[in-house]
């Protein structure tokens, strides 16, 4: 039951943390879609990770990453109002360092509700020789598979995914955190957007005289 209890809570975490990011505006379709996604998809990896000889190493990892993975997003949100993509993070990795190891900046409730289900996997760990999971566990995994592709299929069918969202991103960015979280968006930013096309257009060279000497520079046109 513990087993059950914790993919509940993780998920609802999940949800929490990424309406935390969508604040423009609140829908109960999109929330509804988003929590069975989440839901789906939560319980495929846990099952999964639980079929493995070192399922708790791999859960405490798992764990990690994602506190670690949230916090990093929250803290980047907070300090610079904007979203942590995947194009930013490798073309300024010292803006994301700077911001991981601040420790001025200020402890914010998102931050600590990354931690809510904390007590919930620190009783899996201390009860682990007593946590099985049920014979008809087959069973089990096949209804989240089923419903986790059924959303994606007919999401994709209807022409309503991450990808035909992001045609229109800045109306879109909302409406794809609202439904498909924000890894998604930030997987789809990172496919769609082409950022070796971004470039600078250079004038004539300036000479500007100072007391050292002349400085030459290209003016930026754009």
């Avoid at 904007?82 to 420790?103: A, K, Q």
């Avoid at 998102?110 to 069973?139: A, G």
Wanted: net charge positive; proline share 2%.
């Amino acid at each position: 039951m513990i087993f059950y209890i914790f993919i509940f809570a993780n998920s609802l975490k999940q949800l929490l943390l990424t309406y935390m990011f969508a604040f423009n505006g609140f829908n109960i379709l999109n929330l509804s879609y988003n929590f069975i996604l989440t839901l789906s998809l939560t319980t495929i990896s846990f099952f999964i990770i639980f079929r493995t000889k070192y399922k708790y190493l791999f859960l405490a990892i798992f764990f990690i990453l994602q506190t670690i993975y949230y916090l990093g997003n929250i803290t980047y949100f907070q300090y610079f109002h904007n979203y942590l993509y995947i194009g930013n993070l490798i073309g300024n990795i010292s803006e994301g360092g700077e911001v991981v190891s601040n420790l001025a900046i200020p402890l914010y409730f998102e931050q600590l509700l990354v931690l809510i289900d904390l007590p919930i996997i620190i009783y899996i760990f201390y009860k682990q020789h007593d946590i099985k999971l049920q014979s008809n566990y087959k069973f089990q995994i096949l209804m989240p598979i089923i419903i986790f592709i059924s959303l994606i299929s007919t999401s994709i069918y209807n022409k309503n995914s991450p990808y035909h969202i992001f045609q229109d991103k800045w109306a879109g960015i909302i409406e794809i955190i609202q439904k498909f979280g924000l890894f998604a968006l930030q997987i789809t930013d990172w496919k769609l957007t082409d950022t070796s096309k971004i470039e600078f257009k250079y004038g004539d060279v300036l000479e500007v005289k100072n007391l050292n000497g002349v400085v030459k520079a290209k003016k930026i046109l754009s």
